[in-house]
């Protein structure tokens, strides 16, 4: 028997614009991302928000005023932010290999995720609020308060690129050579691990913490192989990723069976698979 979710309205303000923002976000983001060779960062920093969902349900437990979607997701943002810093100063200042740092904080932030969730099934007898919206990413219940943080968050985003993106782009191609150039990239290294945590933040509630990874990747790593400059490459990455997500709206709307968060993975993975086949004929 499937289990199907709540049908999608394509044309529901709350979800355009939090779709929107998401796609938007993630997409200008994503070329720095495949610069930089930081793939890898969004996967820690996106399980890492799944610990901080642990930590509200263990909480709730014991604590029923806890117990609602707001808070579950507050501590998820938290624990983002943080491990992004985390991240960011163990692979920079202890001279920790930066997959071997992410790896630490993947690992402890899903047992620790896993931790809480079983602590509050224990108690509660039932699954903790917001288990399968962590997981797997859910639009049918957003707010026009969420769709409004979403959009403030994604408008966060592109001030800091636009207003800093010579001095990121500089940094992402050589970090050394950067910072004998004036550079400051101690500040910018920081800054890229933080616009790393809020994309995932806000990819979290539509495509969950296990796929929004790929949001994150994708649609640059499709851009990079196409485009001839960096501002091709941003511009087409972002094409591509406001028509990914689209298909993933409309197709997640047309078939109830499929999850909104691995429509919108598949249709942006076949994208991906589209680019080989044209890069192979020019």
């Known amino acids: 028997m499937f289990l199907l979710h709540a049908p999608i309205t394509p044309t529901d303000p709350n979800v355009l614009i939090a779709a929107a923002a998401m796609a938007v976000a993630c997409s200008l983001l994503s070329v720095f991302v495949i610069l930089r060779r930081w793939a890898l960062v969004g996967e820690g920093v996106s399980h890492s928000g799944f610990g901080g969902a642990g930590t509200a349900w263990m909480l709730a437990a014991f604590v029923p005023s806890l117990d609602n979607p707001t808070v579950v997701y507050a501590f ?18 202890q001279h920790v290999n930066g997959d071997a740092a992410i790896g630490i904080f993947l690992v402890a932030s899903l047992a620790w995720g896993f931790t809480g969730q079983q602590v509050y099934a224990q108690v509660k007898q039932v699954a903790p609020v917001g288990w399968d919206t962590f997981l797997f990413g859910r639009l049918e219940s957003l707010s026009t308060g969420d769709a409004l943080a979403a959009a403030s968050m994604s408008a966060a985003v592109i001030l800091v690129l636009v207003m800093l993106g010579k001095e990121i782009l ?23 691990m933080i616009l790393i945590a809020i994309t995932m933040i806000l990819g979290m509630r539509i495509a969950g913490s296990v796929l929004v990874p790929a949001l994150l990747v994708l649609p640059g790593a499709a851009a990079v192989r196409l485009a001839r400059g960096f501002r091709a490459a941003v511009m087409t990455s972002l094409a591509f990723g406001v028509v990914g997500t689209s298909i993933g709206l409309l197709a997640a709307n047309q078939w109830r069976v499929l999850p909104l968060g691995p429509a919108i993975v598949l249709a942006l993975f076949v994208m991906f698979l589209g680019t080989l086949v044209i890069r192979k004929r020019v």
């Open 76 to 93: 998820a943002m938290l624990f983002c932010i943080g491990s992004a810093i985390g991240i960011g100063w163990l692979s920079r200042r």
């Open 170 to 192: 500089a940094y992402c191609y050589d970090p050394t050579l950067a910072q004998t150039s004036g550079v400051r990239g101690t500040m910018l290294h920081y800054l890229l």
